[in-house]
């Protein structure tokens, strides 16, 4: 993995403190051929049980996160089946329900007194069937 500075902020904001590590997330079904390569990943999250990848990486041609949620299977990857285009995304985590994934999009941004402002959306995705994308429904939660 290498680190990079945290590039996912809008022209006025203030970088984050901290660097973020981004990698390359390589996905290989071993029971088949599907492959799946992506760069500037910045965290992703397995489903055990129905073969779901969730993961965010820092999309250089847009200048913020987004994030995809393929289906891996032996005989293909069965493609996108959600996407997402964010500022900061982070917390991927699955439920136990294997239909529904969970985030955070963070954005920041400096006040006219300086002082940094942080805000946060909570959004849920949930897919009802193999064949059918899923849908994102956003949980405003301010900071």
Do not use: C, M
Request: charged residues 25%.
């Amino acid at each position: 993995e290498e680190t990079s500075k945290d590039k996912a902020t809008k022209p006025g904001t203030k970088p984050a403190a901290k660097e973020r590590k981004v990698g390359t997330l390589h996905l290989v079904h071993l029971e088949g051929d599907a492959t799946v390569t992506v760069a500037n990943v910045t965290e992703h999250a397995v489903h055990e049980t129905n073969d779901h990848v969730a993961y965010a990486f820092y999309g250089e041609e847009a200048g913020h996160d987004r994030l995809h949620i393929v289906g891996l299977h032996p005989r293909g990857n069965s493609g996108i089946r959600g996407f997402y285009d964010g500022d900061k995304i982070e917390g991927l985590r699955w439920a136990r329900d294997p239909t529904t994934l969970a985030f955070l999009d963070t954005t920041e941004t400096l006040g006219k007194d300086g002082k940094l402002r942080v805000s946060s959306a909570l959004f849920t995705w949930h897919v009802t069937g193999p064949s059918v994308a899923g849908k994102l429904t956003r949980v405003d939660t301010p900071q």
